[in-house]
């Protein structure tokens, strides 16, 4: 437990954590400082001295002196003044130097509103400009789809350059020139290669750096309704704040979770919104036979008649559906005939991950607990791409080491520059095996690149070193046995070691290894976190509710077993082959799509209904770590769309099949599906009933000076109309409600008087940088057994041996394109590669290939024509094909393919 310390503000005494810095522990407190620099991830380093206090050195002093809050430590009898004339004289001035080269420009700043800087002025008493002079300026840059560069707007805090080049690792962005004439932006034009640029949108505390999406859709803040939710774009769960005006999603911001996401989202759940606004979206119900939206009740009478009781029908679900929708689905069609939707690979990788974190005795961590890990071993998964926010935790664990050293000099961690000056280049530990270069080996103590097989047989030998028990791996190169040596022995050392690994590699032997490797450590008494990213938003969920793949899906109806099928928000064409998809289209009489976009599976339904997207309804999602998560709807969409759950329940009592109850709203199908499946026996946890108030009051999704609430239904009456009523949550769509500070997991919106611009985020937490007040949102459903039986995994693969003229094709991940819903975007599609082959160069070679020419490929007795990329890094015999681009859906790999010839170029 932190030692505690008494310190006076104001002559008032107050404990707080001994060493913290007094801005720290000021603002924890409630007190109103005002800063620029600094921040609670990153810390001090005292340029903008605009949080200065006067320090005294004991009650009987009167002068005092001015200091920086941000760096200097609270220890026991420190005293301060906040309120002195002096010191608020002195902030007051440094606001007015600020300015003086500050654009006027406000009223037309995408910022305003929510500035940090207009809450700063504010709060240091500065009205008026003196200065009459000329202003600095300088020209924009073009920073590409999602930054906006208005540079003239610059304090010079020297946030962005921080995060950008420090906290993130970004190398194209930094500050140039010298003395007052300091720029912060790229050597030349160009968009930003850092997968976490958008976060330079919350850290500038001023309109440097805007949203370049919000701003095609631009309105103000205070007229954006929104609501709590979580990003659908991966499968770790981080949580979001939606922005709504006119019917439109207009923008994502960070919603903090100390557990989770923290204070940053990776550009492609802030940026991967627009899908929510395509031209893609299906609005109405639509049937086959007709040319036009169809009528609900047409829709309905027509689907009560395919769903009859005795009709032979299934259900496949989605892992991008939310818990409630899968299970309304399978509640529908019955447990027996409910598949999951996943590809049969990614059905077993799944089913593998559920049990290691069920029944193993190591514990499943989150992103705040991977942050910390002293000792990482990354293992078959490319995580900056399939878990971006994985990657920037596993950045900030291999900076933990300066931290020790920091302690032995005395030096307080929070002291930023002063702790990179003491470190230079040491980090902790940090292992990558993986079967090509990724970017987090910028950071790594070592990485080694090989086939699926090969890397599985590292994970089995470091398992064997930490523990002989484990099995032994036969044949194993003196070179790899050194490598699994080293590895072994930094992790037994450690403290908090942590494995990582995933379903990138499509390898149920690299699961298994890194399983046994986190086992071998918990039975050296060692307390070893397993990490597994998983392909999306609820794979983990849906995983706990069945087993059938699509694969199994397609055997039913190719058996005659099926009359009808329900598919829920699901694109078929990406699980599994184009033919075999087809094939199954051929076969199955009728075929019911509910989702939210045109994909090849509605256009091939007999009946289309209109899903919600996320930010349209409610519902729970349980992320990688296996923690749930409620989201809340934002708005309510027009037309005929409805969550998918409400489709299905409305189905079911249109259908009249016996035994299925009729759920009036959303707590229903929650309790329901508590007890009808064990793993979901606490899930009711993670949500805040929909009769829950405070002092009688719902909780607004409008904040209080939310305007045009007539003006915008103008044209249809001039009469405001009376706001939806939401019978499924506390919130409301009004801006009547409570105005006080709601329970974590429902808090709509950050601010607090004096503080319009996320930073008011400080006001939410129990302490600064700590959990949200009351404990962050989400209920964790994996426990580690403590007495676990599970024995270690035994089956160690062979040796990789590559196959004469031919290649093993593994799918590698890129961060924009091969997620399905931002792919809808147009600034992610924009971001997004084309289709390639990667290939070694000497592979290439000697298959008379070169760099940037097609060649054909067979995969599977399919032949595809791409064109060659070279990957160095890649090992012999070993190719790479991007997952879910263009071209390349529903490839299941690995898989062996064979370079017919070389293609036109």
Same mark, same amino acid.
């Given at each position: 437990?932190?030692?505690?310390?008494?310190?006076?503000?104001?002559?008032?005494?107050?404990?707080?954590?001994?060493?913290?810095?007094?801005?720290?522990?000021?603002?924890?407190?409630?007190?109103?400082?005002?800063?620029?620099?600094?921040?609670?991830?990153?810390?001090?380093?005292?340029?903008?001295?605009?949080?200065?206090?006067?320090?005294?050195?004991?009650?009987?002093?009167?002068?005092?002196?001015?200091?920086?809050?941000?760096?200097?430590?609270?220890?026991?009898?420190?005293?301060?003044?906040?309120?002195?004339?002096?010191?608020?004289?002195?902030?007051?001035?440094?606001?007015?130097?600020?300015?003086?080269?500050?654009?006027?420009?406000?009223?037309?700043?995408?910022? =305003?509103? *929510?500035?940090?800087?207009? /809450?700063?002025?504010?709060?240091?008493?500065?009205?008026?400009?003196?200065?009459?002079?000329?202003?600095?300026?300088?020209?924009?840059?073009?920073?590409?789809?999602?930054?906006?560069?208005?540079?003239?707007?610059?304090?010079?805090? +020297?946030?962005?350059?921080?995060? +950008?080049?420090?906290?993130?690792?970004?190398?194209?962005?930094?500050?140039?020139?010298?003395?007052?004439? &300091?720029?912060?932006?790229?050597?030349?034009?160009?968009?930003?290669?850092?997968?976490?640029?958008?976060?330079?949108?919350?850290?500038?505390?001023?309109?440097?750096?805007?949203?370049?999406?919000?701003?095609?859709?631009?309105?103000?803040?205070?007229?954006?309704?929104?609501?709590?939710?979580?990003?659908?774009?991966?499968?770790?769960?981080?949580?979001?704040?939606?922005?709504?005006?006119?019917?439109?999603?207009?923008?994502?911001?960070?919603?903090?979770?100390?557990?989770?996401?923290?204070?940053?989202?990776?550009?492609?759940?802030?940026?991967?919104?627009?899908?929510?606004?395509?031209?893609?979206?299906?609005?109405?119900?639509?049937?086959?036979?007709?040319?036009?939206?169809?009528?609900?009740?047409?829709?309905?009478?027509?689907?009560?008649?395919?769903?009859?009781?005795?009709?032979?029908?299934?259900?496949?679900?989605?892992?991008?559906?939310?818990?409630?929708?899968?299970?309304?689905?399978?509640?529908?069609?019955?447990?027996?005939?409910?598949?999951? =939707?996943?590809?049969?690979?990614?059905?077993?990788?799944?089913?593998?991950?559920?049990?290691?974190?069920?029944?193993?005795?190591?514990?499943?961590?989150?992103?705040?607990?991977?942050?910390?890990?002293?000792?990482?071993?990354?293992?078959?998964?490319?995580?900056?791409?399939?878990?971006?926010?994985?990657?920037?935790?596993?950045?900030?664990?291999?900076?933990?080491?300066?931290?020790? #050293?920091?302690?032995?000099?005395?030096?307080?961690?929070?002291?930023?520059?002063?702790?990179?000056?003491?470190?230079?280049?040491?980090?902790?530990?940090?292992? &990558?095996?993986?079967?090509?270069?990724?970017?987090?080996?910028?950071?790594?103590?070592?990485?080694?690149?090989?086939?699926?097989?090969?890397?599985?047989?590292?994970?089995?030998?470091?398992?064997?070193?930490?523990?002989?028990?484990?099995?032994?791996?036969?044949?194993?190169?003196?070179?790899?046995?050194?490598?699994?040596?080293? #590895?072994?022995?930094?992790?037994?050392?450690?403290?908090?070691?942590?494995?990582?690994?995933?379903?990138?590699?499509?390898?149920?032997?690299?699961?298994?290894?890194?399983?046994? &490797?986190?086992?071998?450590?918990?039975?050296?008494?060692?307390?070893?976190?397993?990490?597994?990213?998983?392909?999306?938003?609820?794979?983990?969920?849906?995983?706990?509710?069945?087993?059938?793949?699509?694969?199994?899906?397609?055997?039913?109806?190719?058996?005659?077993?099926? /009359?009808?099928?329900?598919?829920?928000?699901?694109?078929?064409?990406?699980?599994?082959?184009?033919?075999?998809?087809?094939?199954?289209?051929?076969?199955?009489?009728?075929? #019911?799509?509910?989702?939210?976009?045109?994909?090849?599976?509605?256009?091939?339904?007999?009946?289309?209904?209109?899903?919600?997207?996320?930010?349209?309804?409610? =519902?729970?999602?349980?992320?990688?770590?296996?923690?749930?998560?409620?989201?809340?709807?934002?708005?309510?969409?027009?037309?005929?769309?409805?969550?998918?759950?409400?489709?299905?329940?409305?189905?079911?009592?249109?259908?009249?099949?016996?035994?299925?109850?009729?759920?009036?709203?959303?707590?229903?199908?929650?309790?329901?599906?508590?007890?009808?499946?064990?793993?979901?026996?606490?899930?009711?946890?993670?949500?805040?009933?929909?009769?829950?108030?405070?002092?009688?009051?719902?909780?607004?999704?409008?904040?209080?000076?939310?305007?045009?609430?007539?003006?915008?239904?103008?044209?249809?009456?001039? &009469?405001?109309?009376?706001?939806?009523?939401?019978?499924?949550?506390?919130?409301?769509?009004?801006?009547?409600?409570?105005?006080?500070?709601?329970?974590?997991?429902?808090?709509?919106?950050?601010?607090?008087?004096?503080?319009?611009?996320?930073?008011?985020?400080?006001?939410?937490?129990?302490?600064?940088?700590?959990?949200?007040?009351?404990?962050?949102?989400?209920?964790?459903?994996?426990?580690?057994?403590? *007495?676990?039986?599970?024995?270690?995994?035994?089956?160690?693969?062979?040796?990789?041996?590559?196959?004469?003229? @031919?290649?093993?094709?593994?799918?590698?991940?890129?961060?924009?394109?091969?997620?399905?819903?931002?792919?809808?975007?147009?600034?992610?599609?924009?971001?997004?590669? =084309?289709?390639? #082959?990667?290939?070694?160069?000497?592979?290439? @070679?000697?298959?008379?290939?070169?760099?940037?020419?097609?060649?054909?490929?067979?995969?599977? /007795?399919? *032949?595809?024509?791409?064109?060659?990329?070279?990957?160095?890094?890649?090992?012999?015999?070993?190719?790479?094909?991007?997952?879910?681009?263009?071209?390349?859906?529903?490839?299941?790999?690995?898989?062996?393919?064979?370079?017919?010839?070389?293609?036109?170029?």
């Amino acid at each position: 437990m932190a030692k505690m310390a008494t310190i006076y503000i104001d002559n008032k005494p107050y404990t707080v954590k001994e060493g913290d810095n007094l801005l720290h522990a000021c603002l924890s407190l409630g007190f109103d400082i005002p800063y620029f620099c600094w921040h609670p991830a990153m810390h001090s380093v005292g340029a903008c001295r605009q949080c200065a206090v006067k320090q005294f050195k004991d009650e009987n002093d009167t002068l005092g002196r001015i200091v920086m809050s941000c760096m200097t430590p609270a220890v026991e009898g420190t005293r301060i003044s906040i309120d002195d004339e002096e010191v608020r004289a002195f902030r007051k001035s440094i606001i007015e130097f600020l300015m003086t080269n500050h654009p006027h420009d406000c009223p037309v700043c995408d910022e =305003g509103g *929510e500035c940090h800087l207009q /809450d700063m002025t504010v709060m240091t008493g500065h009205s008026y400009r003196r200065f009459r002079f000329k202003k600095r300026t300088y020209r924009n840059q073009y920073l590409g789809p999602f930054v906006n560069h208005e540079m003239n707007r610059c304090i010079q805090c +020297y946030r962005c350059v921080r995060f +950008y080049r420090d906290y993130a690792g970004g190398r194209d962005f930094g500050a140039f020139a010298s003395h007052h004439h &300091v720029y912060f932006g790229r050597h030349k034009e160009g968009a930003l290669e850092n997968e976490f640029s958008g976060n330079l949108v919350e850290i500038c505390p001023t309109g440097v750096f805007t949203d370049k999406t919000f701003k095609r859709h631009y309105t103000r803040k205070w007229d954006l309704q929104t609501a709590p939710s979580v990003c659908v774009h991966c499968g770790l769960g981080c949580n979001t704040i939606p922005g709504e005006r006119y019917g439109l999603l207009r923008r994502i911001q960070n919603r903090y979770n100390g557990a989770v996401n923290g204070y940053f989202l990776c550009d492609r759940g802030r940026f991967g919104y627009e899908f929510v606004n395509a031209e893609r979206r299906i609005r109405q119900p639509l049937m086959k036979r007709s040319s036009l939206p169809v009528p609900r009740e047409e829709v309905m009478q027509h689907l009560s008649r395919l769903i009859y009781f005795g009709a032979r029908v299934i259900g496949i679900g989605s892992p991008r559906a939310s818990l409630e929708g899968n299970f309304a689905l399978r509640s529908l069609v019955g447990e027996d005939h409910f598949y999951t =939707g996943v590809s049969a690979m990614d059905a077993r990788l799944l089913e593998k991950i559920i049990m290691v974190l069920a029944k193993g005795p190591a514990r499943s961590s989150s992103l705040a607990e991977a942050g910390a890990a002293d000792a990482v071993f990354v293992l078959g998964e490319d995580v900056t791409n399939s878990a971006p926010l994985l990657a920037l935790s596993l950045r900030q664990s291999v900076r933990l080491k300066p931290m020790e #050293i920091d302690k032995r000099l005395h030096i307080p961690e929070w002291d930023d520059s002063a702790v990179r000056n003491a470190a230079q280049q040491e980090k902790r530990p940090l292992f &990558v095996a993986t079967p090509y270069r990724t970017k987090l080996e910028e950071v790594s103590t070592q990485a080694y690149h090989a086939a699926p097989d090969d890397l599985a047989r590292l994970g089995f030998a470091v398992a064997h070193e930490l523990d002989n028990r484990s099995p032994a791996v036969k044949g194993l190169p003196k070179k790899l046995h050194t490598l699994a040596e080293g #590895i072994a022995r930094v992790l037994s050392q450690a403290e908090h070691p942590l494995i990582v690994s995933g379903t990138g590699c499509g390898s149920e032997a690299v699961l298994e290894s890194a399983a046994n &490797v986190a086992w071998a450590l918990c039975r050296k008494n060692r307390s070893a976190d397993l990490c597994f990213a998983v392909p999306e938003c609820n794979s983990l969920g849906l995983a706990l509710m069945g087993e059938g793949s699509v694969s199994d899906a397609f055997k039913a109806v190719h058996d005659g077993a099926v /009359d009808t099928a329900i598919i829920l928000e699901n694109d078929l064409y990406l699980r599994a082959e184009t033919e075999d998809v087809n094939s199954f289209f051929d076969k199955v009489r009728n075929v #019911i799509v509910i989702d939210h976009s045109v994909t090849g599976t509605a256009s091939k339904a007999d009946v289309v209904v209109p899903a919600a997207a996320f930010a349209e309804g409610d =519902g729970t999602l349980v992320n990688n770590e296996g923690r749930a998560q409620r989201f809340y709807q934002v708005f309510v969409p027009d037309r005929d769309i409805e969550e998918s759950w409400r489709w299905l329940r409305d189905i079911m009592a249109a259908s009249g099949r016996p035994g299925l109850k009729h759920w009036t709203g959303l707590d229903d199908i929650v309790q329901a599906m508590s007890n009808s499946i064990k793993a979901f026996k606490n899930i009711a946890e993670s949500n805040v009933p929909a009769g829950y108030r405070i002092t009688g009051q719902h909780i607004p999704r409008q904040p209080h000076r939310y305007s045009g609430r007539t003006a915008m239904h103008a044209n249809i009456s001039v &009469v405001e109309p009376k706001p939806p009523e939401d019978k499924d949550s506390p919130l409301s769509f009004s801006m009547e409600g409570f105005s006080g500070q709601p329970p974590a997991g429902l808090i709509p919106r950050f601010w607090a008087p004096g503080w319009n611009s996320v930073q008011a985020l400080n006001k939410f937490q129990s302490e600064v940088g700590g959990p949200l007040t009351g404990g962050d949102p989400g209920q964790r459903l994996f426990e580690p057994v403590q *007495e676990s039986t599970v024995s270690y995994f035994d089956e160690v693969p062979g040796a990789f041996s590559p196959r004469e003229n @031919e290649l093993l094709l593994v799918r590698v991940y890129h961060i924009f394109g091969s997620e399905e819903l931002s792919a809808m975007s147009p600034c992610i599609a924009e971001s997004a590669p =084309g289709p390639y #082959i990667g290939l070694k160069p000497e592979d290439a @070679e000697l298959f008379q290939v070169s760099e940037g020419r097609d060649v054909r490929i067979s995969i599977n /007795d399919k *032949e595809y024509s791409l064109p060659v990329k070279y990957l160095p890094e890649l090992p012999s015999g070993v190719g790479v094909l991007p997952a879910g681009l263009r071209g390349l859906e529903g490839l299941e790999l690995p898989a062996w393919g064979r370079i017919n010839n070389q293609a036109k170029g």
